[in-house]
């Protein structure tokens, strides 16, 4: 069963840029969209990103676009998430999920399957 695994969270200024990782363990995300959500404590989980399995088809929440960008590299089985200048806000632990279901693409929280750990991003003002 695969298990999506992410890296790459930390401690950041606003207005600096991290990237995040989702790498495959244990299989592969062949066919998956793959999401990337985010909560904050005290709040629910929210959509911040997902891509299709061909990397033709990418969404944003709102709130991120223009300075979030999602990428995928499917011979490493690797999904990127770009995130520049930062803000306060953006401050959660990011977690990164797997659908086989086009629904995914609208961040449909409930069609992901597999999710992972998560990473902490922390940005200071």
């Known amino acids: 069963q695969v298990q999506p695994v992410e890296s790459g969270g930390g401690l950041v200024q606003a207005g600096g840029s991290l990237r995040l990782s989702c790498a495959a363990s244990g299989g592969t995300f062949s066919r998956n969209i793959v999401g990337w959500f985010r909560q904050a404590p005290g709040k629910a989980r929210e959509f911040v990103s997902a891509?299709?399995?061909?990397?033709?088809?990418?969404t944003y929440a709102d709130s991120v676009k223009g300075r979030f960008t999602i990428s995928r590299d499917n011979a490493k089985d690797t999904v990127y998430l770009y995130m520049n200048n930062l803000k306060s806000e953006d401050t959660a632990v990011y977690s990164c999920?797997?659908?086989?279901?086009?629904?995914?693409?609208?961040?449909?929280?409930?069609?992901?399957?597999?999710w992972g750990q998560g990473t902490q991003v922390t940005v200071s003002s």
């Open positions: 891509i299709s399995w061909g990397a033709d088809t990418t």
């Open positions: 999920a797997l659908t086989p279901s086009w629904k995914g693409l609208q961040g449909a929280v409930n069609e992901y399957k597999y």
